[in-house]
């Protein structure tokens, strides 16, 4: 085994779900043809989100109830870091709109020791954001701007769900805001832990699906809402 | 633009409280707070011209205008309280839901992978 297949051994995906039965199968077969561990953090779906992520032959947990996006993914994190020999975690979003081939790249500079977190930006140059709304466009912009003002990360892309992590980093990482808010908390815990981090670009794809079942403008205020409540507390 | 003490008095109370509210809470404070407002209350009930002297003494005017203010307050307290309860709830909620969803694993079935 080459220390690159060993390495990848080591890697478990993440893919948070909630209500992704219509496409959840095609996302798993983009990614069980990979030489990682799976895992499917249900969280709570009312479809068969389970069952296919089940028939899909990957490890499968379910969350009793609807908790956010942000719960599932801390869920998935911590039991991937419970298992034997974790040494990466990736987090991948179940809809479809990230591209299984992008990663091994992201994965290349944790596996060389050049830093602890890769964050995926499709904004970045290389990266890839195919027929992005120009609505969607706008408030990613200037989720940009916040992140700066608020952590002084200089990113491109800061709302974009493929991420990878060392796993001495993704121990360091514990998220309470279970909803959308989770993206700028794991930036802020970034920051405040001092990682070492660098985006790599990455592919967004945009279907008519995840048009309907993205975030909104008008969840974007929301987002801010539970990031400057968390700063106050 | 002259203020009247009232609106002095109603600004740096709801300051004060802004600041009680995400600093200096605790439960004993709470249930003092609590108290506190419930005796203003029955105080208030039993002497109404007591409002309105001190209305009249603030600047208000009516005493049922400082009542408001007073009710207002409280509201305030209470929205905060019932907000951070299920601030705490939500917390156990998360915690609950996900210890058993790591003990629940379902790992792929042997073959299929």
């Known amino acids: ?103 091994p790249r992201m994965l290349a500079p944790l596996l060389q020791g050049d830093c602890d977190v890769t964050l995926a930006s499709r904004f970045a140059p290389g990266g890839v954001a195919n027929d992005i709304p120009a609505a969607k466009k706008l408030a990613l912009r200037f989720a940009v701007l916040l992140a700066r003002a608020m952590n002084g990360l200089p990113l491109t892309d800061t709302h974009n769900g493929l991420r990878a992590f060392t796993a001495a980093a993704a121990r360091q990482i514990s998220l309470s805001q279970n909803g959308m808010a989770h993206a700028s908390e794991i930036l802020s815990q970034i920051a405040s832990r001092k990682l070492r981090f660098r985006e790599v670009p990455a592919t967004v794809r945009y279907t008519a699906y995840s048009r309907a079942k993205g975030q909104s403008l008008s969840n974007g205020l929301n987002i801010i809402w539970d990031i400057l409540m968390a700063r106050i507390r | 633009m002259k203020l009247l003490p009232s609106q002095i008095i109603i600004v740096a109370t709801v300051f004060a409280f802004l600041l009680y509210a995400v600093r200096l809470r605790t439960v004993l404070r709470d249930r003092l707070m609590f108290a506190g407002i419930v005796a203003i209350g029955i105080l208030l009930a039993f002497r109404p011209d007591l409002a309105t002297r ?20 409280f509201s305030l307290f209470q929205s905060v309280y019932l907000a951070d309860r299920l601030k705490t709830i939500d917390a156990r909620l998360t915690s609950v839901v996900r210890e058993q969803a790591l003990e629940s694993a379902v790992a792929p079935r042997d073959g299929d992978e």
């Open chain 2, 54 to 73: 001190i209305a009249n003494l603030i600047g208000i005017g009516r005493g049922a205008d400082l009542l408001l203010y007073i009710f207002l307050l």
């Open chain 1, 1 to 103: 085994m080459s220390d690159q297949a060993r390495a990848a051994a080591d890697v478990w995906v993440v893919v948070p779900a909630y209500n992704e039965g219509a496409v959840i199968s095609e996302t798993l077969t983009s990614l069980t043809g990979l030489p990682y561990r799976v895992l499917v953090v249900d969280d709570g779906s009312a479809d068969d989100t389970w069952e296919r992520a089940r028939d899909a032959g990957v490890t499968v947990l379910r969350h009793a109830c609807n908790l956010g996006q942000g719960a599932a993914l801390q869920t998935g994190m911590t039991y991937a870091l419970r298992q034997r020999d974790t040494g990466y975690v990736v987090s991948f979003d179940a809809d479809g709109q990230h591209n299984a081939a992008d990663i």
